[in-house]
């Protein structure tokens, strides 16, 4: 049976599906946040089936599968690849009204021209020829990101990478242009002591200077900072429960670090006293270089222990944290701007609790230096659905200025995850044309037209000034 992806797909209207077939639909993408494997990316990685691309390492399809019924053996067990695209394309059919339903069949399209629905009655013969189409050189990783007219990603990557793959990817010259982003957390997490220390200990050794104290923590993490800026890395990205903004003197932060290397314990208050630091730290750091800096906040991770002892983390076992974010939020960036030391910053909330605080928070803290200076993210991980971010987009509007928005991200670990910016570009024309349809805005197709191409990619090619994102002509 064909899909319901028509080209009319989720725009209503004549005015929708003018925005977005002339305006929208033709912006190349800015990924500036997603997880792909740099490796794959360098070795151009040929995927031996449709499994291994587009299921491995895809958690968002595990809980579904789980809570269909599916044995974790045809999750991220040993069940073969064949196997568990059937155990797939069996909870397809009853994921209606989940994003995934629509997800799958728009990549299938994008990617394969398959326009059929998955079910168990089709999935041999797609698994067939998307494995068969996999197998060519359009089709392998890079090929796969052309495609969709990427122009320049983002991964993420830890200090202690030593960016090897990063490396190669600029000596090929390769396109797109794949650059590493600073994310420190592991840094910060000095509430696990045991793993905190060993993280030290690796420290040492990749910076090849002794760690005996807090200064001399940070003068390595820095020298990393250094090492990331020298590599292209012009992003930062923190993922958080909350912000950190506790009062502190640096001496007391020196004395927890000290404690911890001495095998003691610390309170929750000096825990919380040494992540502000840190953050402050990394934020002065990302600001002297001209960095954006990202906060992903809200994260309830690893709620189930058997499952985490057994498969590691992110694995699908997260899910929305209810944490307390504006007055923490509000310290931490007041603090940096009182001292002219913030720099360009998107904030992304999990909870849809804090989407009109978000949307209020960024204006706090713009300026008129930049445009947009401070953000409030695309809609993220739980909320990166029809509902949640048509929400994000109408707070947005409603308390800020959408049109300085800098769009989607794909904050995906499968390369064939690129459709969900189409998924995003779409939801912003029908919103954009449905006022236009009811009166609500001037059916000025050259002004919204050029404000929806802005969105899509110019604001973030101006935002991050990446030579190989500069605004199309």
């Known amino acids: 049976m064909k899909t319901f992806i028509t080209e009319d797909f989720l725009l209503p209207n004549k005015a929708a599906q003018r925005l977005y077939h002339q305006y929208a639909a033709q912006m190349p993408i800015i990924d500036y946040h997603n997880h792909l494997p740099p490796q794959q990316m360098a070795a151009n ?49 009853y994921t209606v009204r989940n994003p995934l339903y629509h997800w799958t069949h728009l990549e299938l399209l994008r990617y394969f021209d398959i326009d059929e629905l998955l079910t168990p009655d089709s999935a041999p013969a797609i698994y067939q020829q998307a494995t068969q189409l996999l197998q060519q050189p359009g089709w392998h ?27 190669q990817l600029a000596a090929q010259k390769s396109q797109p ?19 905190f220390v060993a993280y030290v200990q690796k420290l040492e050794a990749v910076t090849n200077r002794s760690i005996s104290h807090l200064n001399d923590y940070l003068t390595a993490l ?93 694995t699908g076992w997260d899910s929305i944290g209810d944490f307390s974010q504006a007055r923490a939020c509000a310290r931490f960036l007041a603090r940096l701007d009182d001292e002219n030391r913030l720099a360009k910053t998107i904030l992304y909330n999990l909870n849809p609790a804090d989407n009109e605080l978000m949307a209020t928070m960024i204006g706090n803290f713009n300026d008129g230096s930049v445009a947009g200076k401070v953000q409030w993210g695309s809609a993220w991980w739980f909320l990166d659905q029809k509902e949640g971010m048509t929400r994000q987009l109408n707070a947005l509007s409603n308390m800020g200025l959408i049109s300085q ?61 990446w030579p190989a994102a500069q605004p199309i002509s």
């Not at 269909?68 to 040993?78: F, I, L, M, N, S």
């Not at 650059?179 to 793993?195: S, T, V, Y």
Request: glycine content about 8%; hydrophobic content about 40%.
């Open 45 to 93: 990685h040929r995927f031996e089936n449709l499994t291994q691309a587009w299921l491995y390492g895809d958690h968002y399809k595990w809980r579904a599968m789980r809570t269909h019924g599916v044995a974790e053996r045809h999750c991220t067990g040993d069940a073969s690849d064949y196997d568990k695209f059937l155990a797939w394309a069996g909870t397809v059919p």
């Open 177 to 195: 242009l794949v650059l590493p982003a600073f994310r420190p957390d592991k840094a910060m997490a000095i509430d696990d002591a045991a793993g």
């Open 141 to 167: 990783t890079m090929g796969l990101l052309q495609r969709m007219q990427v122009r320049v990603l983002c991964t993420t990557d830890d200090p202690l990478d030593d960016l090897q793959w990063h490396q």
């Open 405 to 465: 928005f800098v769009g989607m991200l794909t904050d995906s670990r499968s390369f064939l995850s690129y459709p969900r910016h189409e998924y995003f570009r779409r939801l912003l024309c029908s919103l954009f044309g449905t006022d236009m349809e009811a009166g609500e805005l001037p059916m000025d197709f050259d002004h919204l037209g050029g404000i929806i191409q802005n969105i899509c990619y110019h604001n973030a090619a101006r935002y991050f000034g």
């Open 222 to 314: 820095q020298q990393r900072h250094d090492f990331f800026a020298a590599h292209g890395c012009t992003v930062s990205d923190h993922g958080l429960e909350q912000l950190y903004a506790e009062d502190y003197t640096e001496s007391e932060v020196a004395q927890a670090f000290d404690t911890v290397l001495a095998g003691g314990q610390l309170t929750p208050l000096q825990i919380a006293q040494f992540k502000t630091h840190l953050l402050y730290c990394f934020a002065v750091w990302d600001h002297a270089k001209g960095w954006v800096q990202q906060y992903h906040l809200g994260a309830l991770r690893n709620n189930n222990p058997r499952r985490l002892r057994e498969l590691g983390p992110d």
